[in-house]
């Protein structure tokens, strides 16, 4: 029996190991990505504003060594759901069960003028050039912006305003600069009102600008000017922005996709191909597009493969739950849970943890916990 993983974020991560454990090397698991390894997407704030290293977040894929897991970097060039085979740039592998966790692609080069005039922090590439970026800018206006929904790891652009403003303050520029936040999102953070309302109070005290039902659409690199889907602009000195997310094209050619994202079975994660699951930021499961709730699939997934393998019913169902740590500045670290129902588009429940020094070490055990789960390693 062969399992092959497509894509080794959490979802990826969580299952292959999930399945290795229970099932050694009984079972072939195959797990194709096209990096040669991890980074955590709260790692890319820290590597931007100058908290870590490159070197100290990147977990190599090359350090999993789980019984019957075989890991294999490549570009995957095509994908057969029906027969579930999958052509990559280094051969084709054919699958009893088959599992897309590819994610989201970002693409910055959709919005006109976002790479010639501005930054982006979501791919690694990017956000581990910006420490200098940010080193030599002496202070002005800094716009953070979001280009459109959904977008990954909804917490990630009031977390870097807040960061922003420590960072100006910690070297006396913050009194001469301005911050503004734009986005499409009625508030910070939708799902959960009592945890918007504390970013929003964060912000006012900080004197950072909070912009809603406005999405970036242009840049005028030549004017420093933002410019967004209700005819106005803003200008700036520094800008970010959070770029269009899209399923991976692979994905798509695949005919996987309707409007925009797989489709699964919102308590099984399975699609409408026999055999074949999807899980985390590739799917329209209804929860947001953030690693716990990609790590949540992959253990839902990984239950009912577990089943089958056994020849026992698949009884195992997604709960919807997830939760988030969320950076409040100030090396204060907030958190939210929140629980969906599967297949709706509004939580059942979200509850706030107001932000503490003790919430903080509680994220790096999660980040740490996961390094030794995944890689064996700190």
Request: one cysteine or more; charged letters at 20%.
């Amino acid at each position: 029996m062969r399992v092959v993983v497509l894509g080794a974020g959490f979802g990826g991560l969580e299952l292959t190991t999930t399945l290795s454990e229970e099932f050694g090397d009984t079972v072939d698991i195959v797990l194709i990505d096209r990096e040669d390894g991890f980074i955590f997407g709260f790692s890319k704030l820290d590597v931007m504003f100058g908290r870590a290293t490159p070197d100290a977040v990147f977990h190599r894929y090359a350090d999993i060594t789980k019984p019957g897991v075989k890991v294999v970097t490549a570009e995957i060039t095509a994908i057969d759901p029906e027969s579930k085979r999958v052509d990559t740039t280094e051969g084709t592998f054919d699958a009893d069960i088959l599992v897309i966790a590819l994610g989201a692609d970002v693409h910055p080069e959709a919005t006109p003028g976002l790479l010639d005039g501005g930054h982006e922090f979501y791919t690694a590439g990017s956000a581990f050039s910006l420490p200098e970026v940010l080193e030599n800018f002496e202070g002005g206006r800094v716009v953070i912006a979001v280009t459109s929904l959904p977008f990954k790891c909804p917490p990630a652009p009031s977390e870097a305003a807040l960061l922003m403003h420590d960072f100006l303050t910690e070297r006396d520029r913050r009194g001469r600069s301005q911050i503004a936040l734009v986005t499409p999102q009625p508030a910070p953070i939708p799902p959960s009102p009592d945890t918007s309302a504390a970013l929003l109070a964060a912000f006012a005290e900080r004197d950072i600008s909070f912009v809603p039902n406005r999405a970036l659409t242009s840049v005028d690199a030549a004017r420093h000017v933002a410019r967004f889907d209700d005819g106005s602009e803003m200008p700036y000195d520094l800008l970010f922005g959070i770029p269009v997310h899209r399923v991976p094209a692979v994905v798509a050619e695949a005919g996987l996709a309707v409007d925009g994202w797989v489709p699964v079975h919102p308590l099984t994660l399975e699609t409408s191909f026999p055999g074949v699951f999807a899980i985390g930021d590739v799917t329209s499961a209804g929860t947001p597009k953030a690693g716990v709730f990609a790590e949540r699939h992959g253990e839902t997934a990984a239950a009912r493969i577990a089943a089958t393998l056994r020849s026992q019913a698949e009884t195992a169902e997604y709960d919807g739950k997830g939760m988030c740590y969320i950076q409040m500045g100030r090396d204060q670290v907030a958190r939210v849970n929140v629980e969906f129902t599967p297949g709706a588009p509004q939580p059942v429940v979200g509850f706030f943890d107001e932000p503490t020094m003790q919430l903080a070490a509680d994220k790096a055990e999660f980040g740490r916990s996961r390094a030794l789960r995944w890689f064996g390693t700190n």
